[in-house]
């Protein structure tokens, strides 16, 4: 998720927050100096201001001070949003890399204060890239895929609720009636938010241009192309298509050590969740309708792969599709790199 500054500032404080729902565990240290022991702050406004006048009492201006928590849910959200407009420095680091850091320091125990402590450690061994609040089409079109998915999951209950109770030797027409409601009024309110999300992207002239040469590629319909732009900010996450496929976590990866311990790549369950799974189900179609993909599907699956590897390995090849057409700029072309045909 993040990665490591090429110019690293000269910060004078670095602070380890550890967030939960409603509190958060604050601890820091200055440089040649053993971090403090940890504190609580209540995870509302005047818990950060309480925060940010204890910061600033210790002497140091908020841009001389680090400050680094997890990416935990969307708990961590209001402190680092408040934190920025105080004006001190954010990063928000994904869970893993603060967790095998605390296993690099041998850490044993686990607490509120002492993963506080170990992501003050962090800040200052690591410096690691600063969060850049995310433009305002992030929020109205993230939202609208996360309300969306939860509707479809409800509509998915109650189809199986109907098909099981048309099964039975009676059925109940006022209960069948509530349901078939039910899922129509679903039915329109997917819809409404599909209509609103193409509105959403026409106020962003950047986001609308890659959501219209992402809709392109055969196969990656709306849906895929509003969680592809969510999941990596338009694409800005990743500096190569190589890291942006481990974040997806659709890159295999090796257990291997000396001759003893040897195990097939594969790809485990690191990365994006949502970002692989809209891939993985836009090559249901892209198998079918798009040229490239469905030969390069084929072919795999003609040499012996299972199904399920052939799709993941579809799922990356559309994403490196889609990392191309949005930064050529420049529609997919499903003939690009074929040898032109005699005349």
């Known amino acids: 998720m993040m990665s490591m500054s090429s110019a690293v500032p000269q910060y004078q404080l670095f602070v380890g927050i550890d967030i939960s729902a409603k509190t958060a565990a604050v601890a820091w240290l200055s440089p040649g100096k053993k971090v403090t022991a940890a504190f609580t702050v209540e995870q509302i406004y005047p818990g950060f201001a309480q925060l940010r006048d204890k910061l600033v009492a210790?002497?140091?201006?908020?841009?001389?001070?680090?400050?680094?928590?997890?990416?935990?849910?969307?708990?961590?959200?209001?402190?680092?949003?408040?934190?920025?407009?105080?004006?001190?420095?954010?990063?928000?680091?994904?869970?893993?890399?603060?967790?095998?850091?605390?296993?690099?320091?041998?850490?044993?125990?686990?607490?509120?204060?002492?993963?506080?402590?170990?992501?003050?450690?962090?800040?200052?061994?690591?410096?690691?890239?600063?969060?850049?609040?995310p433009p305002a089409v992030y929020h109205q079109l993230q939202q609208r895929l996360t309300q969306r998915e939860g509707l479809i999951s409800v509509r998915t209950q109650l189809r199986n609720q109907l098909h099981a109770l048309q099964h039975h030797p009676v059925v109940i027409e006022a209960v069948q009636s509530r349901l078939?409601?039910?899922?129509?009024?679903?039915?329109?309110?997917?819809?409404?938010?599909?209509?609103e999300m193409v509105e959403v992207l026409t106020t962003?002239?950047?986001?609308?241009?890659?959501?219209?040469?992402?809709?392109?590629?055969?196969?990656?319909?709306?849906?895929?192309?509003?969680?592809?732009?969510?999941t990596t900010l338009n694409f800005t996450t990743s500096k190569t298509v190589e890291s942006l496929t481990a974040y997806a976590g659709l890159a295999p990866t090796l257990y291997q050590s000396g001759s003893s311990v040897w195990h097939k790549p594969a790809i485990g369950h690191t990365g994006k969740a949502r970002l692989r799974a809209a891939l993985?189900?836009?090559?249901?179609?892209?198998?079918?309708?798009?040229?490239?993909?469905?030969?390069?599907?084929?072919?795999?699956?003609?040499?012996?792969?299972?199904?399920?590897?052939?799709?993941?390995?579809a799922a990356r090849k559309l994403l490196h599709l889609a990392w191309a057409v949005v930064k050529k700029g420049q529609p997919f072309d499903p003939d690009y790199g074929k040898e032109p045909q005699p005349t």
């Open 280 to 313: 993985y189900l836009a090559t249901l179609s892209a198998a079918q309708s798009n040229p490239m993909i469905k030969a390069f599907y084929d072919r795999l699956r003609e040499a012996g792969k299972p199904m399920k590897v052939a799709r993941c390995a």
């Open 58 to 133: 210790t002497g140091h201006q908020p841009a001389e001070v680090l400050v680094v928590m997890e990416a935990t849910g969307c708990y961590w959200v209001g402190m680092v949003t408040t934190l920025v407009a105080f004006g001190f420095r954010v990063s928000v680091v994904n869970p893993a890399q603060a967790h095998y850091f605390a296993k690099a320091l041998l850490k044993r125990s686990k607490t509120d204060a002492i993963d506080a402590q170990t992501l003050a450690k962090l800040a200052s061994l690591l410096n690691p890239e600063l969060w850049v609040p």
């Open 204 to 230: 962003n002239e950047e986001w609308q241009t890659s959501a219209q040469l992402l809709q392109t590629i055969k196969g990656i319909g709306l849906i895929t192309t509003v969680s592809l732009l969510v």
């Open 180 to 195: 078939e409601t039910l899922i129509n009024t679903l039915n329109k309110q997917v819809e409404q938010i599909e209509s």
